[in-house]
């Protein structure tokens, strides 16, 4: 029997395991039935590193007692650029961003938390569901990927349901970029029939230079990859994962067509038939 592993993404603190375990499973269900595919067999494994890296981001020690205190303290660096990309990716205007910031336009670089707050507030004025998710996404990816006591806390969550044989996986968000990495350092110690990436944030530059060395591959263990993209996911800044924005090896599908308030939403992408058939394949 195969085993069919979720790996969540951003922002997914103070939610049960189950219960997350079960809005993907019902999701994938419904498009199995949809489209008449019988449900194969499977063991279906979901690591939960939700309050972990929330708890990690923000500073807080395993006893709850605040070890770094952020306050108004300027977003990291990765963090910063991240939110700025998305900000150009969204077409917003710097004049936009100094009035929701109420600071007056030096340059295009994010000086402080007003700033970036400014950028999530322009933000949601134009794509209202990202409004909210934009800054816990990139202090979130910025903690995993520039902070090895948080990446080592996910990883050692996360890795162990990914190594073994016989595995089809369904990444979404940043889980993708986790998944990359240990599949990466896996190698062959991890047999994936189909590594299925959604609404990834690997095509972004400042994501792949972490992500370096080794030089970006499929990772070795894995016979294929499908990828999928909403063009209005802006967490997929790129929405192929190609020779250009990633590496060769990987098929696209980039019409992926999401509910409007919210094109980053995992249950819609659970529900592309392409996608649902694809992991039903993989899973018989």
Not at 28 to 51: C, K, S, T, V
Not at 90 to 116: F, K, M
Not at 158 to 177: C, M, Y
Request: glycine share 8%.
């Amino acid at each position: 029997m195969k085993t069919l592993v979720f790996v969540h993404g951003m922002r997914q603190e103070n939610r049960s395991p189950d219960d997350l375990r079960q809005e993907w499973l019902d999701a994938l269900e419904a498009n199995w039935r949809r489209q008449g595919i019988a449900r194969p067999d499977f063991e279906l494994r979901m690591p939960y590193y939700g309050d972990t890296l929330d708890r990690l981001t923000r500073g807080v020690g395993a006893d709850g007692k605040t070890v770094v205190a952020r306050g108004d303290a300027p977003l990291p660096s990765l963090a910063a650029d991240l939110l700025q990309q998305i900000g150009d990716r969204a077409g917003l205007d710097p004049a936009d961003i100094a009035a929701e910031s109420g600071q007056t336009v030096i340059d295009r670089g994010i000086a402080n938390q007003q700033w970036a707050q400014g950028i999530a507030r322009a933000l949601g004025r134009k794509a209202p569901w990202l409004g909210h998710a934009a800054l816990p996404f990139v202090e979130q990816v910025d903690a995993y990927l520039t902070n090895q006591h948080a990446r080592k806390a996910v990883d050692d969550i996360v890795g162990p349901d990914l190594r073994g044989a016989e595995r089809v996986i369904v990444a979404h968000s940043l889980g993708t970029i986790v998944g990359y990495r240990l599949l990466t350092d896996f190698g062959v110690a991890s047999a994936v029939e189909l590594l299925v990436t959604l609404g990834s944030p690997l095509g972004i530059d400042l994501v792949r230079e972490y992500l370096k060395p080794p030089r970006l591959n499929r990772p070795p263990g894995v016979r294929a990859w499908l990828n999928g993209a909403d063009v209005r996911d802006y967490v997929a800044l790129y929405p192929a994962l190609d020779k250009d924005s990633f590496c060769d090896g990987v098929e696209n599908l980039t019409d992926i067509a999401n509910r409007q308030d919210d094109p980053h939403a995992i249950v819609d992408y659970l529900t592309d038939p392409r996608i649902g058939e694809r992991i039903a394949r993989a899973l018989a």
